[in-house]
């Protein structure tokens, strides 16, 4: 059973830097693809960041030049380091593993709250 374990979430002031983490256990294979989603009160889940295998990335319009994903593919951890934190970047953060044949797991949700 593929498990995803976050860490890095907490409590910053506008302007400051918080590192997320999401190691992927269980499989003998490698995620295609990695990513996180965000989740505000009220809203939606929103894509954030998504990085391929490969290294290709993908970012949502909003945190572009804010955030950087990356990923160790010998550990199966993806990381996200968000910079310029603002308070609408407040939200539960979701770390997702997509693997062959399109099995989906998502982690726990850590939550980011960023201080005006």
């Known amino acids: 059973q593929v498990q995803l374990v976050e860490s890095g979430g907490g409590l910053v002031q506008a302007g400051g830097s918080l590192r997320l983490s999401c190691a992927a256990s269980?499989?003998?294979?490698?995620?295609?693809?990695m990513g996180w989603y965000r989740q505000a009160p009220g809203k939606q889940r929103e894509l954030v960041a998504t990085?391929?295998?490969?290294?290709?990335?993908n970012y949502t319009d909003s945190v572009k030049g804010r955030f950087t994903i990356s990923r160790d593919n010998a550990k199966n951890t993806v990381y996200l380091q968000m910079n310029s934190l603002q308070p609408e970047d407040t939200a539960v953060y979701y770390c997702?593993?997509?693997?062959?044949?399109?099995?989906?797991?998502w982690g726990q949700g850590t939550q980011v709250t960023v201080s005006s």
């Open positions: 990085i391929i295998s490969g290294g290709i990335t």
């Open positions: 997702n593993a997509v693997y062959r044949y399109g099995f989906n797991y």
């Open positions: 269980g499989s003998i294979f490698s995620p295609n693809v």
